[in-house]
Nanobody, 125 residues
């Protein structure tokens, strides 16, 4: 099982930006989907962005589209989540996740078998 390590979280004021990084212990190879989930206090984990192994196909939840950008640096086994125009509603624990199948629905958390430890993002008004 691949090990995923997140970094880059923290506290920011509304309208600010953060970049999360996720370094994987294994190479990003074909038929791998890497995604970012988040869990807002009191709610279930939700997928907010995902990227296919080739780095050319990405998916976004409506709540973050046009504000968040997922990308990857394959040679560094790293996936990024660039977050702009952050809102207090974005406050959550963010998880980097991976599964050994192509990106696409279903996006339920149960379909992803590798999880990072999670990192806190706090947006104040």
């Amino acid at each position: 099982q691949v090990r995923l390590v997140e970094s880059g979280g923290g506290s920011v004021q509304a309208g600010g930006s953060l970049r999360l990084s996720c370094v994987a212990s294994e190479t990003i190879f074909r038929d791998v989907c890497t995604a970012w989930f988040r869990q807002i206090l009191g709610k279930e984990r939700e997928m907010i962005a995902a990227i296919g192994a080739g780095g050319t196909t990405s998916y976004y939840d409506d709540s973050v589209e046009d504000r968040f950008t997922i990308s990857q640096k394959t040679a560094a086994n790293t996936v990024y989540l660039e977050m702009e125009n952050l809102k207090p509603d974005d406050t959550a624990i963010y998880y980097c996740v991976r599964r050994n199948s192509q990106c696409g629905s279903p996006w339920s958390s149960q379909t992803f078998n590798s999880w990072g430890q999670g990192i806190q993002v706090t947006v104040s008004s």
